[in-house]
Structures are given as C-alpha cells and as structure tokens.
C-alpha cells in the first residue's frame, strides 16, 4: 500500500495543508480538517496560526499553560551496576490552542525519539535543548485537543545524590531518586512543576534477582520475568497513583532486605521497611514508632492517611535527612537504620522529628500541593510544626517543645539579618527555588503557624486546616487558600493580615513592654521596633508587623494575663489586675514571633515557666546581639539560673553563654582564670561518664561531658575517651566487644580532638588517622560509620582535617558525608583556613562529586572567618567561579559576608568586655 503524504495523515491533528516545504510565514490561514465537523467548522472563525518556526525557549524558567498534563505512562530500564538507564513515556496531554511548539524539562538524559499521536495518527517532533529545558517542534501545527506525546531515552546513573542515581553498598549497586525540587527532569521528559497534578503509571525492568519499589504497590509481588531478547529482566509494574506532582514520584531499585511492618491506617495499609541488603535487622525502631505517629496525625488531621502503602525507604547515600515521597518515604539510612535500645537518645529524637515531618507531609505536600515554589512553607512549616506536635503527644519524655523554642530563637538570628529572605520569596530562578529550602521556610514558617494557632485557638485552627485539606484534596493550593479557610474559623481575627506581616517579608520585631501603675489600673506601653543586629549595614530599618502579643505579668503572688494585637509603632494598653506587676513575661508559652525586652523581675519566676526560661536567655542575648548591653548582662544574668535541675535544654543555654566567653575572645579556652570561673559552673552538676540511664541523664551527660572535655580538658573525660575509643576501633579490628554506641558518639571525638596539634604528638594522630580510614568500611551499622567521619573531622591538626575532606573527593566517603564533615568543622578558627584553602584548591572536583546544584552551599567554608579582609577573599573567589555555579550562590555568599563582617564588629565591640569578666 502506497504511504499517503505526511500531512494527509495528520491532517485530523494539525492545521495547514500539504507543502513539500515549509510555509511561508505570512500564509497564516488555517482550518479543521475534520470532516465528520467540516460544515460546523467553516460556520467558526478561521483560527489563525504562526507558521513560522517558533521560538523554543521564550521564557527562562516556567513552562506556558498552551499544553498541559493529564496522565504520565512511564516505562523504565534499569541496571544499577550499569552507568546509565533508559526508558518510554507516554504523556496524555491537552493543547489550548493551536501551536507548533511544546515545551517541557528534559535534564541530562539524550532524548532519542519524540512524537506526537492523536485519532490514530503519530508525528515526529524535532527536539531542541537548552539546558534542562526541552522543546519539542512539529513540522505544521497542532490542533487544539488531547494528544499524547511518546518519548524515548537513555541517561546516566550519576553517585551525587540528585534526580535518579546509583550508590554502591556493601558490594552491590542500588539506584535511588531524589526530584525535589527540579530533578524528576534527570529521570524523564515532564512537566516538572508542582501545580501539575496527574495520575502515573509505571514499570521498571531490572536484572532478575533484583526488585523494584515505587510510590504505588506492585501488580505482581514477585514482578515478571521477560522471555526472548530480554531474557534475564523482570518486569515490576505498579498501580496508577492517585494525582502527583513530579518531585513527588520515587522509585528505588536493588536488592534489598523488606522488612514487614504491622499494617497502618486501621490495618488498611501495609507498611514496611526497605533496606539495603544486610540492614533490615537494624529496622525495629522505625517499625514501632511509624504506627503510633501515623494514628496520631490521622486523628488530628480528620482523614485516614490518603496513599496505598508505605514504604520506608533507608538510602546510604542521601543529600537530605528525608523526602516525602507518597507511599515512599526515603531517608538516609541512619536515621531510619538503628538499634533503638541501644542508640544514643540523641539519634532517636532526630529520628522520630524526621520520621514525623515526613509522615505529616502525607497531607500538607503531597494530599495537597503548594501550586509554586513560592508557597514551599505551606509544605515544610507545616510538616515541622506537626512533627513538633506528633511528637509531644507520642514521646513527651523528649521534651521537644523546649527544644523547638531554641530552634526558633536561633533563626531569628539569620532572619534579622540584611540578606536574610521572606518566607513567602517570589521564585524567579532556579537559584531561587534551591535557597527557599532553609530554616527560614522550616523554622520560621512554623513559629508564625504556632503563634496563629495560639492566638485564634487551637481547635479553630483545626477547623480551617481540615476543611481546607477537604476542599483542596489531591489537588494544589496557595497562601491565600489557607487563609481563607482559617479566617472563617477565626470569629473576626484578621489573620490574612498577620500572616502576611510575618511571611511575606524578612525580619524580626523586637517588642518591649512597660507598665506604669496608676491607682487600680495597670497601663502597658507597648513598642515594636526591627531588629537590629551588631554588624547589620542598614542605616535604619523601617518595618512595622501585626503582632499578636500575649503577656504574663505577677507580683509574685499573684498572675493576670492580657492579650491583644500590637499594629502600631508604640501602643499603651489599660488593664485592672488589682495589684502592681513587679515582673513580666511579655511572650505566654513564647508563642509570638519575636524577641522581647522588659524589666525582667525576680530570676526565681523564669525557673518555674520554661518557655519563660527559654525567653529570657534570648532577651539576655539579644542585648549582646544588638550591641546595647554590657557583655556581663548575659553571663551575669544567667548564672543563677545553674543549678542540677534543670532540663537539658535549659543546659543548653547555660552552656551556651558560657561559650559566648570563648566566642568573643578566642583566647579564653586557653587561660587558667577562665578555666576556674568554668569549672565553677560546670561543677555544679553531676557528671556520670557512663553518660545516665533516665532519658533526663542520657540527654544531660554528652553535654556535659563535651563540654568538660572542650572547656577544662578534664583529665577523667580524656581518660575515658581514649578507653571507649580503643574498645570501639579494636572491636572493629576484631579484638574484643564494641562498647555502647552512645558512648563511642561521644567521646571518640572527644578522644581524637584531645590529641592538639602539637609536633610531639604527630605520629600518634596520623596513626589514628589511619586506623578510623581503616574502620569506614568494616561497620554495616550507619550510626557507628557517622561516628567515625564525625571522628575524621574532628582532629585539631589541619593537615589532617584536609585529609579527611579529600576521602569525599576521591570517592572513599559518598557526596552526603560532605554535609558530616562540614557539621563537625564549622566555625573551628583553628582549622578555618585550612578547609578553606583546600576548598579553593578542589573546588573543580568537589563540585563534580556533590553536583553543581549543591555549589551554592559551599560559601559556608567561610563561616568561621571573622575578617573584613577575609570576606574580600571568600567574596573575590567565588566571583572567579561565577560562571560555573548555578545561579542560588548569590543569597547564600550575602549572608556568609555578612556573617564574617558582622563577626568582625562584634569581637570588637566584646572581646575587651568578655575578658574582664572572667579576669575580675
């Protein structure tokens, strides 16, 4: 049978007639070619159309609304011992309008075939790249309608953990995903944004003997080994999803151990584990407390938990703590992999805090998207203020809210700044979307979420969150949707306002309160300013935020409370407690989003409230922060508050004012007189070096310990460091038993930073050196590999420090280890230029081992600088690199400067002062 031209093939698909070349582009006149319709057709307006080859890449970053998703069909091939994969995509989609242009993401993979097919008929479609954006040209142009486009492809499997990769574990090759925000473009063609949401079909072909994992559950548990040419593969097909955006598909690939869970959701779900091969036993933690965060969060929210299954999924190499994945949830695998008995209580808070953010997403992220990168708080505020929720209901012991009230105080630290970002940042470049996933989005996105909570009333704000998950459910939604349903549950409140007073631009107010007594009536005078931090470059700072304050004021016998909203400069508020207030506490709970200032009363009231407690340390700081207080108001101020009873998190701020000392005079560690006023305070709490046994004990005792170590050099403390460690490593060499994990997290640091850097101990260091090298690849435990890399960072000889970063560059140590490292040597002046120089040095390679999306990070191997002339270095380099690194670097290099320089004043403005406090 003789092949009709192309056009009369298509002709049901396409506008234009037949031409043996292309049309001119003033012949613009088009007309349907249906003739089922042809006389209701010709009764329309002729549409018109730019036959002219279009421009494929008008718009730098958004994709046009002329096409649009409906449905993903996905066909996989993979080998994880190979260096690449391949696959097929169907894609339903519907054309607005006529066009001869489709635009979608393609990333690294080489797209090989691409066409159009529509009532029976295919064309090719000539494909165009730039970058990680695809156009897609058909040869006349395309009818408005549905179509589906099929693609095919082959990519790379690339180690640094973006997009679809491969790690090598225990001898065998595992492929993971990881597509937040911009990376399912790596894995396939798509409309890689998270307003489109569409069902996904999927199946993977992989080697028999391996297994495939995906969102949905598999049709055939065991999958289908193929015959013929691909003989030696097996098919695993999965369930249509429900509708996802494409950073939210997830597949893994390997073999794995599956480690059955009870079933969840009222025994409608099943649930496992998946491990890497030899792991699975290390599940157990995970597997009893998945259940119990999952009911919870199921009865708060008002709806079961909205997905097929849940995997748990445990990655060795993994560029995040965890990924929300429906259905399968990723984690890097120490978090999720441990002997829960055993575990420092450390790891299991940060476990269960990950484990429930992750869990929380299942409705705000997944259930219902943000629409743009714009609205990401309304995922990652949310899933941190219900992980704090979950958590307190699941384990109070852990004490997370008090751990939550530092967190809080120390982003207002960064939000304060001049670089600092809104929460709510609009998104024009990929730069953009990569820096809107900081603590400003998390942590701050989360306090505004528990201030509105506690100022409207918790069970209204239930309401609105619920109905809104009800209205928007398995769709997408925005800031303004939000709102709407909470403003109905408000009784009037303008929460609209607040919000955006909070999200919608950076900065922190500082509120003070006052009072006068006048006869039966107590006046409040109430004033907001921003703050403004030592160092900060603005000559002023002209913001003012809807507030809603909420004050505590006591005569130490008495208490009243009294709540209003502050939208004003300054405002005096009248009240009738019926006695005078001789202290205050202006934040209840320290619910409200800002720092305070008062007259601070009896010491004695803050010990018997800890979100008083918490707020008055950070009122004590501030004054120090903002440069308008002695430096002995906050060590002076805190002093009577050291006493053995308070809770580790109160320990924490103890300590950390009295690090303070160290920090604005880099000297101190080293002076006797410095040492005593120490060792006076330290000594006043117990110190057992098997580090407790209550929870309470086991959270007191590291910090404890660490801090008699970094502080006094604490001769016991070394001793049992240099015990612990040598049991630990000879263990590992196969002389003796490990001792407790808990234990070797704690003083095998201990043990290898207590080595100095002094020559007559050189030897010494590089043999430990060497032997912790030797250890990495002798522990299948996750913790205890984390414990050694932490050790690696840890030593006070530079050469060495540069030594154990080289481990991430030649491939010993994976692209994640990197973030370890950088954990255990930020802001070590001893080491500081160092890391940096070598950083310089290996830029090129480091970069291509941790991906270049993560070189906009890497300006923090400047954070321990304390220079203006160190700042000009940090700043010229990485001009010198500006045409490699994606575009991001620009907000993170800001604050790193403003970091050094702000630094620079502050010891200036306290180093003197910190001095004389500890030589009086």
Same mark, same amino acid.
């Given at each position: 049978?003789?092949?009709?031209?192309?056009?009369?093939?298509?002709?049901?698909?396409?506008?234009? &007639?037949? #031409?043996s070349?292309?049309?001119?582009?003033?012949q613009?006149?088009?007309?349907a070619t249906? !003739?089922?319709?042809?006389?209701?057709?010709?009764?329309?307006?002729?549409p018109?159309?730019?036959l002219?080859?279009?421009?494929?890449?008008?718009?730098?970053?958004?994709?046009?609304?002329?096409?649009?998703?409906?449905?993903y069909?996905?066909?996989?091939?993979?080998?994880?011992?190979?260096g690449?994969?391949?696959?097929?995509?169907?894609?339903?989609?519907?054309?607005?309008?006529?066009?001869?242009?489709v635009?979608?993401h393609?990333?690294?993979?080489?797209?090989?075939?691409a066409?159009?097919v529509?009532?029976?008929?295919?064309?090719?479609l000539?494909?165009?790249?730039?970058?990680?954006?695809?156009?897609?040209?058909?040869?006349i142009a395309?009818?408005?309608?549905?179509?589906?486009?099929?693609?095919a492809?082959?990519?790379?499997?690339?180690?640094?953990?973006?997009?679809?990769?491969?790690?090598?574990?225990?001898?065998?090759?595992?492929?993971?995903?990881? $597509?937040?925000?911009?990376e399912a473009?790596?894995a396939f063609?798509?409309?890689?944004?998270?307003r489109w949401?569409?069902?996904?079909?999927l199946?993977?072909?992989v080697?028999?003997?391996?297994?495939?994992?995906?969102?949905n559950?598999e049709?055939?548990?065991?999958?289908?080994?193929?015959?013929?040419a691909?003989?030696?593969?097996? @098919?695993?097909?999965?369930?249509?999803?429900?509708p996802?955006?494409?950073?939210?598909?997830?597949?893994?690939?390997g073999?794995?151990?599956?480690?059955?869970?009870?079933?969840?959701?009222?025994?409608r779900?099943?649930?496992?584990v998946?491990?890497p091969?030899?792991?699975?036993?290390?599940?157990?933690?995970?597997?009893?407390?998945?259940?119990?965060?999952?009911?919870?969060?199921?009865?708060?929210?008002g709806?079961?938990?909205?997905?097929?299954?849940?995997d748990?999924?445990a990655?060795?190499?993994?560029?995040?703590?965890?990924?929300?994945?429906?259905?399968?949830?990723?984690?890097?695998?120490?978090?999720?992999?441990?002997?829960?008995d055993?575990?420092?209580?450390e790891?299991?808070?940060?476990?269960?805090?990950?484990?429930?953010?992750?869990?929380?997403?299942?409705?705000?992220?997944?259930?219902?998207?943000?629409a743009?990168?714009?609205?990401?708080?309304?995922?990652?505020?949310?899933?941190?203020?219900?992980?704090?929720?979950?958590?307190?209901?699941?384990?109070?012991?852990l004490?997370?809210?008090?751990?939550?009230?530092r967190?809080?105080?120390?982003?207002?630290?960064?939000? #304060?700044r001049?670089?600092a970002r #809104?929460v709510?940042?609009?998104?024009?470049?990929?730069g953009?979307?990569?820096?809107?996933?900081?603590?400003?989005?998390?942590?701050?996105?989360?306090?505004?979420l528990?201030?509105?909570?506690?100022?409207?009333?918790?069970?209204?704000?239930q309401?609105?969150?619920r109905?809104?998950?009800?209205? !928007?459910?398995?769709?997408?939604?925005?800031?303004a949707d939000?709102?709407?349903?909470?403003?109905?549950?408000?009784?009037?409140?303008?929460?609209?306002?607040?919000?955006?007073?909070?999200?919608?631009k950076?900065g922190?107010?500082?509120?003070?309160?006052?009072?006068r007594?006048?006869?039966?009536?107590? %006046?409040?005078?109430?004033?907001?300013?921003?703050l403004?931090?030592?160092g900060?470059?603005?000559?002023?700072?002209?913001?003012?935020w809807?507030?809603?304050?909420?004050?505590?004021?006591?005569?130490g016998?008495?208490?009243t409370?009294?709540?209003?909203?502050?939208d004003?400069?300054?405002?005096t508020?009248?009240?009738?407690?019926?006695f005078?207030p001789t202290?205050?506490?202006?934040?209840?709970?320290?619910?409200?989003?800002?720092?305070?200032?008062? @007259?601070l009363?009896?010491? *004695?009231?803050?010990?018997?409230?800890?979100?008083?407690?918490?707020g008055?340390?950070?009122?004590?700081?501030?004054?120090?922060e903002?440069?308008t207080?002695?430096?002995?108001?906050?060590?002076?101020?805190?002093?009577p508050?050291?006493?053995?009873?308070?809770?580790?998190?109160?320990?924490?701020?103890l300590?950390?004012a009295?690090?303070?000392?160290t920090y604005?005079?880099q000297?101190?560690?080293?002076?006797?007189r410095?040492?005593?006023?120490?060792?006076?305070?330290?000594?006043?709490?117990?110190?057992?070096?098997?580090l407790?046994?209550?929870?309470?004990?086991r959270?007191?005792?590291?910090?404890?310990?660490?801090?008699?170590a970094?502080?006094?050099?604490d001769?016991?403390?070394?001793?049992?460091?240099?015990?612990?460690?040598?049991?630990?490593?000879?263990?590992?060499?196969?002389?003796g038993?490990?001792?407790?994990?808990?234990?070797?997290?704690?003083?095998?640091?201990?043990?290898?930073?207590?080595?100095?850097?002094?020559?007559?101990?050189?030897?010494?260091r590089?043999?430990?050196?060497?032997?912790l090298?030797e250890?990495?690849?002798?522990?299948?435990?996750?913790?205890? @590999?984390d414990?050694?890399?932490? %050790?690696?960072a840890? $030593?006070?000889?530079?050469?060495?420090?540069?030594k154990?970063?080289?481990?991430?560059?030649?491939?010993?140590?994976?692209?994640?280890?990197?973030?370890?490292?950088?954990?255990?040597? *930020?802001?070590r002046k001893e080491?500081? !230029?160092?890391?940096?120089?070598?950083?310089?040095?290996?830029?090129?390679?480091?970069?291509?081992?941790?991906?270049?999306?993560?070189?906009? &990070?890497?300006?923090?191997?400047?954070?321990?600088?304390?220079?203006?002339?160190e700042?000009a270095?940090?700043?010229?380099?990485?001009a010198?690199?500006?045409?490699?690194?994606?575009?991001?670097?620009e907000?993170?290099?800001?604050?790193?400067?403003?970091?050094?320089?702000?630094?620079?004043?502050?010891r200036?403005?306290?180093?003197?002062?910190?001095?004389?406090?500890?030589?009086?």
């Amino acid at each position: 049978m003789r092949a009709l031209p192309l056009c009369l093939v298509l002709s049901s698909i396409f506008f234009s &007639g037949c #031409a043996s070349a292309p049309p001119d582009a003033a012949q613009t006149a088009a007309h349907a070619t249906d !003739h089922t319709k042809e006389k209701t057709a010709a009764k329309k307006p002729v549409p018109t159309v730019d036959l002219a080859r279009p421009v494929p890449f008008p718009a730098p970053l958004r994709l046009p609304d002329t096409v649009t998703p409906r449905a993903y069909d996905i066909a996989l091939a993979i080998d994880p011992a190979s260096g690449r994969f391949s696959g097929t995509i169907g894609i339903d989609v519907d054309l607005a309008e006529a066009t001869r242009l489709v635009r979608l993401h393609a990333d690294l993979i080489a797209v090989k075939k691409a066409e159009l097919v529509g009532r029976g008929a295919a064309v090719p479609l000539e494909v165009a790249k730039d970058g990680d954006n695809l156009a897609l040209i058909a040869p006349i142009a395309l009818a408005p309608g549905r179509a589906r486009l099929e693609l095919a492809w082959d990519g790379p499997l690339p180690e640094s953990p973006l997009g679809v990769y491969r790690v090598q574990d225990g001898g065998r090759w595992y492929v993971y995903t990881q $597509f937040e925000p911009l990376e399912a473009r790596r894995a396939f063609p798509c409309f890689d944004e998270p307003r489109w949401k569409v069902p996904v079909s999927l199946s993977i072909d992989v080697p028999t003997g391996l297994r495939a994992v995906a969102n949905n559950p598999e049709l055939e548990p065991n999958g289908t080994p193929l015959a013929g040419a691909e003989a030696g593969w097996t @098919r695993f097909r999965f369930a249509t999803t429900p509708p996802l955006p494409t950073y939210l598909i997830a597949f893994a690939v390997g073999d794995f151990d599956l480690v059955e869970g009870q079933r969840v959701s009222g025994g409608r779900v099943p649930f496992r584990v998946v491990a890497p091969k030899g792991k699975g036993g290390l599940a157990g933690f995970v597997l009893d407390k998945t259940p119990r965060h999952l009911d919870w969060q199921e009865q708060w929210f008002g709806r079961p938990y909205p997905f097929a299954k849940l995997d748990l999924v445990a990655v060795p190499s993994f560029g995040s703590s965890g990924m929300e994945n429906p259905g399968l949830i990723t984690f890097r695998e120490s978090l999720v992999l441990m002997d829960g008995d055993k575990a420092a209580i450390e790891d299991r808070i940060w476990c269960e805090s990950v484990l429930a953010h992750e869990l929380a997403h299942m409705w705000f992220g997944d259930l219902v998207t943000m629409a743009w990168w714009d609205d990401l708080w309304l995922n990652e505020a949310f899933a941190v203020w219900m992980s704090r929720k979950s958590l307190t209901a699941v384990s109070p012991e852990l004490d997370v809210r008090e751990q939550a009230l530092r967190g809080k105080h120390g982003t207002m630290g960064g939000d #304060a700044r001049s670089h600092a970002r #809104a929460v709510r940042q609009p998104i024009l470049t990929e730069g953009d979307v990569y820096n809107a996933f900081d603590g400003i989005t998390y942590s701050k996105g989360a306090a505004v979420l528990e201030m509105i909570e506690a100022w409207i009333g918790a069970d209204r704000f239930q309401a609105g969150v619920r109905s809104y998950l009800d209205q !928007h459910a398995f769709g997408s939604a925005t800031t303004a949707d939000l709102v709407e349903h909470l403003q109905a549950e408000s009784q009037g409140a303008d929460v609209g306002g607040v919000m955006a007073s909070f999200v919608d631009k950076p900065g922190v107010p500082f509120v003070r309160l006052d009072w006068r007594c006048e006869g039966d009536a107590v %006046a409040l005078e109430v004033s907001q300013t921003a703050l403004k931090l030592l160092g900060d470059p603005r000559q002023s700072i002209d913001s003012v935020w809807k507030i809603p304050v909420c004050a505590r004021l006591s005569d130490g016998k008495r208490t009243t409370e009294h709540c209003d909203v502050l939208d004003e400069a300054k405002e005096t508020w009248t009240i009738r407690p019926g006695f005078c207030p001789t202290f205050a506490h202006p934040n209840i709970e320290e619910a409200g989003y800002f720092r305070w200032g008062t @007259r601070l009363g009896p010491m *004695s009231t803050a010990r018997g409230d800890k979100a008083a407690f918490a707020g008055l340390v950070s009122s004590l700081r501030t004054g120090l922060e903002t440069g308008t207080a002695a430096f002995a108001s906050l060590v002076d101020g805190v002093e009577p508050l050291v006493e053995p009873s308070v809770s580790p998190s109160e320990l924490g701020d103890l300590l950390s004012a009295l690090g303070s000392v160290t920090y604005y005079d880099q000297e101190a560690a080293k002076n006797a007189r410095f040492r005593k006023k120490a060792k006076v305070w330290l000594d006043r709490f117990p110190v057992d070096l098997g580090l407790g046994r209550t929870p309470r004990e086991r959270r007191l005792m590291p910090a404890l310990v660490r801090a008699r170590a970094g502080l006094l050099a604490d001769a016991k403390v070394l001793a049992e460091a240099k015990r612990v460690s040598e049991r630990f490593l000879g263990a590992i060499e196969g002389k003796g038993e490990r001792p407790a994990l808990e234990a070797v997290q704690v003083y095998l640091g201990i043990h290898v930073s207590g080595l100095g850097r002094e020559a007559s101990k050189a030897k010494v260091r590089q043999a430990l050196w060497q032997r912790l090298r030797e250890a990495l690849p002798k522990t299948a435990n996750p913790n205890e @590999r984390d414990a050694i890399i932490e %050790a690696l960072a840890a $030593f006070d000889d530079p050469e060495l420090v540069v030594k154990s970063y080289g481990l991430v560059v030649d491939g010993t140590l994976r692209a994640q280890d990197l973030r370890t490292l950088r954990g255990h040597t *930020s802001g070590r002046k001893e080491i500081a !230029h160092a890391t940096w120089d070598w950083m310089v040095q290996n830029f090129d390679g480091l970069v291509a081992r941790i991906g270049a999306k993560a070189a906009p &990070g890497l300006p923090q191997f400047a954070g321990a600088f304390c220079s203006g002339e160190e700042a000009a270095q940090v700043e010229a380099f990485f001009a010198s690199k500006a045409a490699v690194i994606p575009s991001g670097i620009e907000r993170t290099l800001a604050q790193t400067l403003e970091t050094i320089r702000a630094c620079e004043v502050s010891r200036a403005r306290y180093g003197a002062e910190a001095r004389a406090w500890y030589q009086r």
